[in-house]
């Protein structure tokens, strides 16, 4: 094997790991339940559990160093997970310093969202661009930009918390607090509310008859689409419109050559392309209009990828 | 003189221009009514004739090259003026190219909110930060950012049009065709409008007597409002509100260690600054609500000040 990073993907129900060779190729791969409710100790126990697997029997040398993704806000610089909603009693935690202890290797971390985004640049959708936005819609909306050639970070690392811009004054209650967040009405969490309040259990619609009478979700809503399902489909175009919305501001704020498309709700992008691209002409200024919008290529892969990536490209 | 550049900030109706020293003094400046209706031709021409003025008995290679800040979409990469709405018949100017050959020297050309950016960062309310993002606040409103120790290009040197990003969907429609964008409801333009709507001529209104029963602009509101009138501090109060949910997005997205705010709206800074912190403090994510909201400290010379450090900085 060629000189490889050790890549984990940290998230809040799923922590994964690998060896990635330099030309984005995952040569092994574990995974295993996060024990996210059991606190910080015993997580990085088990990273550095695997970590130590991983690295068994690999020729000294042939590993470079650890590169992470997780959660944010973090602050990469410091190598410091500041707060992790989906983990109890992570803050300001200094991750990358105590996996150089244990696991004797440089050690770089990275918001999920920034390593998806760079891995998609790298090996995937943006590849050989200058400027991308990588917006990954699932449960919320996350974002990482790669602005100019590398990837934008801001003060801390905070920068491209594009789920809570504000687009709108309608839609539900965000979970931040505030109301008309692109992620509270564009997510794949409130396509599925719209889903669910649009329908009831045993009213015979198809999206009900998928969901099994109970809570209709992003994905039964995109099978129903396929089917032709006018209820599906007029879901669909709402999800479109808001996504169009955010997708059309980030335009005009970051101006990337292309905007990737990630998450959950990326398995639909077929469905949602043609809306996408008419609220995209309806509201960008023209500059902007003809810049590709498309899915995601790594699908869940891109995080490990891009985790690794920070180990080959030390500048990022 | 030490060494310095020649600079020009080449607006809609006044072209300036000024021999600028490396620490941003200005040292030299003239202005002209720009002949925006006679065509690229007639304005470039001014723009000649006041560069051989400024140059002339400067010594041989005291002046190092050419800064000018004009009107966006501009490519500053390729030097080319793609459309300037102010300018009658400005689309694909090659600017760059042809100052080149007029007045000898390397030019620079940049955005004019792009320009006032830079001085801010290099000379004004931003010294010393790594990351920044400047709006200015006036008939429309524009954006610079610096992200990580540089200016924020994107594609076709695009970034940063802040003006229209969705925002709401209340407000009167922009002149790009759409509804709620940031700067329908929270530039000067809007605030005039607010107070006009409000009062009527001959009311007895403070505002109409400031304003001479005319359109109420936002300096009658600030003149207003500093005398304690109810219905100018009311519109203030508005006008923070939406001016605070605008930058409330941008320190989602851009994550910056200071948010600067200039053009005519910053003469009420004072006024606006309280609403802006509660509108911020409520909208923003914790990790984003301490970051400093301040004036800009250089006025209507930052344009000039920036052009001339596009010169001195040649990496920007």
Chains 1, 2 share one sequence.
Request: charge should be negative; aromatic fraction near 4%.
């Amino acid at each position: 094997m060629s000189p490889a990073a050790l890549a984990f993907d940290l998230g809040g129900t799923e922590l994964r790991g690998a060896l990635v060779e330099a030309g984005g190729q995952i040569a092994v791969h574990r995974s295993v339940q996060t024990r996210a409710a059991d606190g910080p100790q015993a997580v990085i126990g088990q990273i550095v559990e695997m970590g130590a697997a991983l690295l068994a029997g690999q020729p000294a040398g042939s590993v470079l160093g650890i590169g992470i993704g997780a959660p944010g806000p973090l602050d990469p610089q410091a190598g410091m997970v500041i707060a992790a909603p989906m983990l109890a009693g992570w803050t300001d935690v200094p991750l990358a310093e105590i996996l150089r202890g244990s696991l004797g290797l440089p050690v770089r971390l990275e918001n999920d969202a920034n390593a998806a985004a760079l891995a998609e640049w790298r090996f995937g959708a943006g590849r050989g661009v200058r400027s991308m936005v990588f917006a990954t819609v699932s449960t919320g909306i996350g974002g990482g930009v790669i602005a100019d050639g590398r990837l934008l970070h801001g003060r801390r690392g905070l920068a491209a918390e594009i789920g809570h811009m504000t687009i709108t004054e309608s839609g539900e209650r965000c979970f931040c607090g505030n109301v008309g967040c692109f992620e509270a009405v564009a997510s794949g969490t409130a396509l599925g509310r719209r889903a669910t309040t649009l329908t009831g259990p045993g009213d015979g619609s198809l999206l009900r008859r998928l969901s099994g009478g109970g809570d209709v979700t992003a994905r039964h809503v995109f099978e129903a689409a396929r089917t032709g399902d006018a209820q599906a489909l007029r879901l669909v175009e709402t999800e479109a419109h808001w996504l169009g919305v955010g997708l059309a501001n980030l335009l005009h704020l970051y101006s990337p050559d292309v905007i990737v498309v990630g998450g959950g709700l990326s398995n639909g992008f077929e469905l949602l392309a043609p809306g996408l691209r008419s609220t995209i002409g309806q509201r960008a200024m023209a500059a902007f209009r003809d810049v590709p919008v498309v899915a995601a290529q790594l699908g869940d892969k891109a995080g490990l990828i891009g985790a690794a990536s920070l180990v080959f490209e030390s500048d990022q």
